[in-house]
């Protein structure tokens, strides 16, 4: 974009969009709760002070299965209600200090079928029973606005992205050349866009008002997505964690060799094929051996503003048989006993430091995992199955189910996809062989560099 296109826009927000930021900044104010419906039909009412500037935004959870819905620019003192039909109880609460989160727990699977904002103000939310299969499908779609919710300020879903934002505002300021006079009011508010890289969700307030859209980071939505260039316009960042490090020396291999030294050769050797490939930039957590928090690697990852997180690890198993790589994304519930084992150890890197993991319950976790986590969750996946695919061609062998999900701490709060390769079993002696060879290290290197470059650089077609 031209630099003058660019002033003319930062006018344009600054006299058409301030006012109406400013006038956002006043919260809506959840001022009631209440649940009524039968078996066919569940209706959640949320009477509220003004009109909501953005649709509210939805997920599900499961295990307890429930519906969580924040109404941004809100706040709110915890309220709760009696249930209804298949829904349990809900209540409402301040979830930070932008976001009122309305939780809907259920008794059985259902879905949202409708969402308004009525004359009154009243937040009236639809329940319908759907099958398990359909509610499964809607957990791992993560949290997105409410589609076909209507309100008195809401004519259509509001803008989550930038570059919408940025279309609608060349539009107006087009309309507005052809005109010759003053430009409108934008029809849509921009939804106010989070910091791509920000605090963890739980602490992760989003600016009431961002100065400017088109100069605020962009969305997570937008961020969690692979795309051609990186955040600031360079190339895109690829954050590569070597697991463990100093005082935690991770698995050992049959020969006494560490984990934590296999991690670090493999990240290394995947640095300079990444380097030599040119299509991104790198930068490893650490690059000796050193000891850092599972936290200190995340906070490394979000401030450098990494667009792909990569946490290498090595497993080791009592069976001497088991062997082959394996590759984890984050879920709130691990896929099978084996991935929780595997999470439980790898935590664990906290406590050999002193570091006590901040004890949370199954909701807290639940709830902890917001919008950042939910929306690059599916893009994680995505970026596993492109990894898998790589790395089998360089003669990395996978244990025989596809991926796994658990609820690894190194992969919550990176903001951006992020998973974890197993790359093999220290406790078998072929995978251990391999993995402690120059030439096995380098293979899965190549493979980590093309699945890398591929999936941000768009030569793989994702699924979003
Ligand atoms: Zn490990």
New binding site residues.
């Given amino acids: 974009m031209k630099i003058a296109m660019l002033l003319r826009l930062l006018f344009v927000l600054i006299v058409a969009v301030a006012p109406a930021l400013a006038q956002q900044s006043r919260p809506v104010v959840a001022t009631g709760l209440s649940v009524a419906g039968s078996a066919r039909e569940v209706t959640v009412t949320v009477p509220l002070s003004r009109p909501l500037a953005a649709p509210p935004r939805a997920f599900a959870l499961p295990q307890p299965m429930r519906w969580a819905v924040d109404l941004s620019g809100a706040s709110a003192s915890r309220i709760e209600a009696g249930g209804a039909g298949t829904v349990k109880a809900a209540r409402v609460g301040q979830f930070d200090a932008d976001i009122v989160r309305v939780v809907i727990d259920l008794s059985a699977p259902m879905r949202i079928v409708k969402a308004e904002q009525d004359a009154k103000n009243r937040l009236l939310l639809t329940l319908a029973p759907i099958d398990a299969a359909g509610f499964r499908g809607l957990v791992s779609r993560g949290r997105n606005p409410i589609p076909g919710f209507t309100g008195p300020a809401v004519g259509a879903p509001a803008a989550g992205r930038l570059e919408e934002v940025e279309a609608i505002l060349t539009e107006q300021l087009r309309a507005q050349e052809a005109a010759g006079k003053a430009v409108a009011k934008p029809v849509i508010a921009p939804a106010a866009p989070r910091p791509a890289a920000g605090k963890p969700p739980a602490t992760a307030a989003p600016p009431p008002a961002p100065p400017s859209p088109v100069v605020a980071p962009p969305t997570e939505a937008a961020a969690a997505a692979p795309r051609p260039r990186g955040r600031d316009g360079r190339k895109p960042l690829v954050v590569i964690d070597p697991?463990?490090g100093g005082k935690d020396v991770?698995?050992i291999s049959v020969n006494g060799g560490y984990?934590k030294t296999v991690?670090l050769a493999i990240a290394q050797a995947a640095k300079r094929a990444i380097e030599r490939d040119g299509r991104l930039r790198v930068r490893l957590t650490r690059d000796d051996d050193r000891f850092l928090t599972l936290g200190q690697r995340q906070r490394l990852a979000r401030d450098w503003g990494a667009d792909l997180f990569i946490s290498v690890?090595?497993?080791s198993a009592p069976n001497a048989a088991a062997r082959g790589a394996s590759v984890y994304t984050l879920s709130e519930v691990a896929s099978d006993a084996q991935a929780a084992r595997l999470a439980a150890k790898?935590n664990n890197a906290d406590a050999i430091a002193g570091v006590t993991l901040r004890g949370q319950d199954r909701e807290t976790t639940g709830l902890l995992i917001d919008l950042a986590q939910r929306d690059s969750m599916n893009a994680s996946v995505d970026f596993a199955q492109g990894l898998q695919a790589a790395l089998e061609p360089e003669g990395v062998r996978f244990r025989s189910r596809f991926h796994h999900f658990a609820g690894f701490a190194v992969l919550k709060n990176v903001g951006v996809p992020a998973v974890l390769l197993e790359t093999g079993y220290l406790s078998n002696a072929e995978d251990s062989d391999y993995l402690f060879d120059r030439d096995g290290q380098r293979a899965v290197a190549a493979g980590i560099a093309r699945a890398a470059a591929e999936f941000l650089t768009g030569t793989q077609v994702a699924r979003r």
């Fill in positions: 697991g463990h991770g698995a984990e991690t690890h090595a497993d790898e």
